[in-house]
Each structure stands twice: as C-alpha cells, then as structure tokens.
T-cell receptor, first 119, second 109 residues
C-alpha cells in the first residue's frame, strides 16, 4: 500500500519547451504533496508543497511562474517546468502524505522520480 | 538556521556492522526519519524516532537522543544491496521535513 507513481520516468526536451510531470497516489488520498529536486550527489531540495484545491507554497528561491504546480485532486498533482533550460536538468521527485494513512501522519511516500534532461 | 549533519561517505565490509551518525539543529522537533536511497531512485522509508532510545527493525536499528540532537542508524550483517545513500530528515516545529545531505555507504566484499 501507499504507492505513489510518477510519469514520465525520464524525459528529454529541447531548451525553451515545457515539460509536465504527473504524480499520482494510487491507493490513498494524498492530503499534501511535495515536489523535490535533486542534483547529482546532493540531497533533496524541497521546491514546493501543495494541498488539494489550493495554491502551492513555494520555497524561497523557487520561481513559481517557472515551476507551475497544480493539485487538482486528492490523487493527482502536476509539475510543469516552463521554458526549460539546461540548468533545469535534474531528478524531480514527488511525495505525498495522508493523515489517515500513516501511523505518524507526516511520513512521506515517494514516487520513483523523473529524470529531466534539457538539451 | 536549521542544520543537519551527516558524514558524506562511509565504507564498510560485507557482513560487518556500520553506524551512520546524524546531528541536527532545528527550530523545534517532531521526529526524525531515516530514508534509504539507491542511485537514481526515490527514497524509501526506513525508520521514524520521536522518543529517545533505540528502535530495532530487523537488521536496521535507529537511535535518538533529543537532548543531544543526535541520531544514528545502525546496519548489521551488511549486504551488498545495502550500498546506497542514507538520508536523515527532521520534522521541525512547522511539521516540515528538513533533509540532511545524505551519507553514501559503500559496501565492499
């Protein structure tokens, strides 16, 4: 149980184009979803937190107009990287929490990640 | 500011025991998580400690001392598949996870 999927698992796009990444909780309702970015040999960097039906809360330094987050339902959140540039190439990981799912409500269930390469 | 420190890299031998330390300074404390992350994959949950003491789960154990701002993850009977990064993360007073940089564990035969 507590499975989170991401799609696509990897994507290559040209500079200037936009890419959408989907994150789905498959067997539970995710009250909160998180988007992380991870560069090689570095730790997870939280980009934003989103609750279903409300605007995402972005971390300092993350451009909300560049990284569009939509959390339209309790099982789906999307991250759109707009006008991607080579420096946006990274491993993007989503996670979800559900207050009714985990013994300790703040355990995050992670998706498998999406590797984005911008050429 | 908030800070979590872990060693960058450790090496151990198959079958041995290794302890990965984590020290933290955060605004409030609502628990500490350990996650395992294999290269190119997402983190997977290992343990959660909110009270002082040792939690044992099979080959893995996690210890917490809140007064010292210190935790460790103990891995016994090491297997090659344990080669991975181990991430320490603290839930702060706002219930936000603060992540350490991770410790890359290399297991040698």
């Amino acid at each position: 149980g507590a499975v989170v999927s991401q799609h696509p698992s990897w994507v290559i796009c040209k500079s200037g184009t936009s890419v959408k990444i989907e994150c789905r909780s498959l067997d539970f309702q995710a009250t909160t979803m998180f988007w992380y970015r991870q560069f090689p040999k570095q730790s997870l960097m939280l980009m934003a937190t989103s609750n279903e039906g409300s605007k995402a809360t972005y971390e300092q330094g993350v451009e909300k107009d560049k990284f569009l987050i939509n959390h339209a339902s309790l099982t789906l959140s999307t991250l759109t990287v707009t006008s991607a540039h080579p420096e946006d190439s990274s491993f993007y990981i989503c996670s979800a929490t559900s207050s009714g799912r985990a013994v300790f409500s703040y355990e995050q269930y992670f998706g498998p990640g999406t590797r984005l390469t911008v050429t | 500011g908030q800070n979590i420190d872990q060693p960058t890299e450790m090496t151990a031998t198959e079958g041995a025991i290794v302890q990965i330390n984590c020290t933290y300074q955060t605004s409030g404390f609502n628990g500490l998580f350990w996650y395992q992350q294999h290269a190119g994959e997402a983190p997977t949950f290992l343990s959660y400690n909110v009270l002082d003491g040792l939690e044992e789960k099979g080959r893995f154990s996690s210890f917490l001392s809140r007064s010292k701002g210190y935790s460790y993850l103990l891995l016994k009977e090491l297997q090659m598949k344990d080669s991975a990064s181990y991430l320490c993360a603290v839930l702060d007073s706002n219930y936000q996870l603060i992540w350490g940089a991770g410790t890359k564990l290399i297991i040698k035969p």
